[in-house]
Every structure is written in structure tokens, then in C-alpha cells.
């Protein structure tokens, strides 16, 4: 195994303790953004848009991706042995 798949292996298990654990300060910070006043709540939500919910979502899209290269497509042409319908007429 290599390296960098070892160091993969580590740290898998600890992203989705470190995405909980950024979403829950950015709910904290948003609830006493709310204690403020209303601009101040909409500029702290707007603030954790970048700071919370891209790295968020780039994690989740490289999830994502990651599954559909390890997909398998469907293959195009049978097995050796079977008629493949609409050739030879």
C-alpha cells in the first residue's frame, strides 16, 4: 500500500468529525449573531456561506466524484456468444 493511500486511510474517518465539528461553531456563531440584530445576523450568515458551507460541499463533491470513477459503466458490448440484435440485416 502507499503512502499517500495509508495517510488517506487515517484521515477518512476523522472528516466527518471535523465537518460536524466546524458546522456546530458556525451555528454557534450565527446564534449570537442573532443576539446583535438583524444585519449582523445576515452578515455573519453570508460570512459562514464561505467559511462553513463551501468546504463543506467541495468535500461532499470530491466524495461524490470519487464514487463515480469507482463505478463500473454498463459494458457496451456482450460476452462472446450472444447475438447482438440488428447486425446483418
Not at 495517510?7 to 446564534?31: K, N, Q, T
Amino acid at each position: 500500500m502507499s503512502r499517500t493511500h495509508r495517510i488517506r486511510r487515517l484521515l477518512v474517518p476523522l472528516l466527518p468529525i471535523l465537518l460536524l465539528l466546524l458546522a456546530w461553531l458556525g451555528v454557534l456563531a450565527l446564534e449570537q449573531a442573532s443576539r446583535l440584530g438583524s444585519s449582523e445576523f445576515w452578515l455573519m450568515a453570508w460570512m459562514l456561506g464561505f467559511v462553513v458551507v463551501l468546504p463543506v460541499a467541495m468535500v461532499l463533491l470530491a466524495v461524490a466524484g470519487a464514487a463515480q470513477r469507482h463505478r463500473h459503466p454498463a459494458p457496451i458490448i456482450p460476452n462472446a456468444g450472444v447475438k447482438i440484435p440488428g447486425v446483418g440485416q
